[in-house]
C-alpha cells in the first residue's frame, strides 16, 4: 500500500505487560513520528527519526517508553510494564524529507486499552 | 512551552453552510503549520500546510490563512456538506518537525 500501515489496530494488555507496536512508513520517507492521542484531545509527540538515528525523545513520558527504527524503515514502539495510563491511541507518521516543512502522513493508529 | 488553542470545540451547522474554524498558538517562532481531519477510529489525513513565509492555502473547498504575528490561523470550509463531519485538528510545527496540536473541532454537517 501508498500509505502509512500500523499493526495491531487495537490491543489490550494486563496491565505489568510489555507490548510492541509496529509503524510502517511511506517507502523512502526519511523521517518518522510517534504521537500519543488520548481520548478527546489532540495527538502529543513522543519520538522522531531521522533515518535509523532517534534525534528526539524528549516527549517519551517515562523509561518504560522505548522507540527503535534500526534499518531507517520500519519502527518499533515498545512499552513495558503497561500502566492504565498508558490506554490510549499511538500514531505513527512519516514525512519525505527532513520533516520541518514537509506535510506528514499518518497511519490509522493503535488502540492500546490497559486493564 | 508552545500551546495551541482552537475554539469551537464543537459545531453543529446545516448543509451549505459556510463555516470557518478558528486556531490560536502562543508562540509565533513555528516553522508551517498544518490542518487535518479526523475521522472515528481512523488516522489524521492532512488538509492543508501552510508554511511559516505562507499567507493562505487553498483546496477545493478549503482554505486555510495564517498570521504568525498574532498567533492565529483559519479554516473556512465553503458549502459545508454532510461528508465534512469529523474532527478537524490544527497543529503547528516545531524546530525537529515535530507537530503540536490543539484539541480539535469537532463538526457536525447536518443534511
Known amino acids: 500500500g501508498a500509505g502509512v500501515s500500523q499493526s495491531p489496530r487495537y490491543k489490550v494488555a494486563k496491565r505489568g505487560q510489555d507490548v510492541a507496536l509496529r509503524c510502517d512508513p511511506i517507502s523512502g520517507h526519511v523521517s518518522l513520528f510517534w504521537y500519543q492521542q488520548a481520548l478527546g484531545q489532540g495527538p502529543e509527540f513522543l519520538t522522531y527519526?531521522?533515518?535509523?538515528?532517534?534525534?528526539?525523545k524528549s516527549g517519551l513520558p517515562s523509561d518504560r517508553f522505548f522507540a527503535e527504527r534500526p534499518e531507517g524503515s520500519v519502527s518499533t514502539l515498545k512499552i513495558q510494564r503497561t500502566q492504565q495510563e498508558d490506554s490510549a491511541v499511538y500514531l505513527c507518521?512519516?514525512?519525505?524529507?527532513?520533516?520541518?516543512?514537509?506535510?506528514?502522513?499518518f497511519g490509522p493508529g493503535t488502540r492500546l486499552t490497559v486493564l | 512551552k508552545q500551546e495551541v488553542t482552537q475554539i469551537p470545540a464543537a459545531l453543529s451547522v446545516p448543509e451549505g453552510e459556510n463555516l470557518v474554524l478558528n486556531c490560536s498558538f502562543t508562540?509565533?517562532?513555528?516553522?508551517?503549520l498544518q490542518w487535518f481531519r479526523q475521522d472515528p477510529g481512523k488516522g489524521l489525513t492532512s488538509l492543508l500546510l501552510?508554511?511559516?513565509?505562507?499567507r493562505e492555502q487553498t483546496s477545493g473547498r478549503l482554505n486555510a490563512s495564517l498570521d504568525k504575528s498574532s498567533g492565529r490561523s483559519t479554516l473556512y470550509i465553503a458549502a459545508s456538506q454532510p461528508g465534512d463531519s469529523a474532527t478537524y485538528l490544527c497543529?503547528?510545527?516545531?524546530?525537529?518537525?515535530?507537530?503540536?496540536f490543539g484539541k480539535g473541532t469537532k463538526l457536525s454537517v447536518k443534511p
Open positions: 507518521a512519516s514525512s519525505r524529507g527532513r520533516g520541518v516543512t514537509d506535510t506528514q502522513y
Open positions: 497543529a503547528v510545527g516545531g524546530s525537529q518537525g515535530n507537530l503540536i
Open positions: 527519526f531521522q533515518n535509523e538515528a532517534q534525534l528526539d
Open positions: 501552510i508554511q511559516s513565509s505562507q
Open positions: 508562540d509565533s517562532a513555528i516553522y508551517n
